[in-house]
């Protein structure tokens, strides 16, 4: 008879999302999903056709959570410093929750990735609520002409945000109140 296992889709993506954290992206398959799970790489099959799609599903809904709140703070009508606070807080501990899982969306990835239309459209979101936020303080300045300032500034924001986690783990206020400084000395 063979075992039942509940909420088995559950049970993967939570295995998976656990192994994409520890050790990367590349460095994962579907046997060490199956083995950790305890759940035959056949039935995740049925479930997932390759481990790009399993990932990107759990990237997707990751971000999904964070993409909402960050547009709840672009929509909200307050100071500017309260609005740079709120929003690289949030962007901050939405990125450390995730353990390194999404990192992906700002170093380089794999060239299995880059070319998803999945992973390109979850780049593309993040980029462009970063840069409606900067877009909101109508900074107009004569780089912005010249090379798309506010996108470089949220690709650098965005890198920042993954040093200081790396390089300052245990100093998140700081790190926070560094990149507020950093915001508010670009949009000034």
């Avoid at 939570?14 to 199956?34: K, P, T």
């Avoid at 506010?150 to 986690?165: D, F, K, Q």
């Avoid at 390089?167 to 990149?179: Q, Y």
Wanted: charged share 25%; hydrophobic share 40%; net charge positive.
């Amino acid at each position: 008879m063979p075992k039942i296992i509940k909420d088995v889709e559950k049970t993967i993506r939570n295995c998976a999302m656990q192994l994409f954290i520890e050790f990367s992206y590349n460095n994962v398959d579907m046997r060490m999903i199956s083995k950790n799970s305890k759940i035959s790489v056949g039935t995740i099959y049925n479930y997932y056709k390759n481990k790009k799609q399993l990932y990107l599903s759990i990237l997707e809904e990751s971000w999904e959570n964070t993409f909402n709140k960050l547009d709840s703070i672009n929509s909200l009508t307050i100071s500017s410093t309260e609005k740079v606070n709120k929003f690289i807080e949030t962007l901050y501990e939405d990125i450390e929750a995730r353990n390194g899982l999404g990192k992906t969306l700002i170093n380089d990835s794999s060239n299995d990735l880059k070319a998803d239309k999945l992973f390109i459209n979850l780049k593309n979101n993040l980029l462009l609520r970063v840069t409606i936020f900067l877009n909101s303080f109508n900074k107009v300045d004569s780089l912005n002409d010249c090379c798309n300032i506010n996108i470089r500034l949220a690709e650098s924001l965005l890198s920042s945000v993954l040093i200081m986690l790396d390089s300052h783990p245990n100093e998140k206020k700081d790190n926070i109140n560094f990149l507020i400084q950093l915001i508010n000395l670009s949009i000034k």
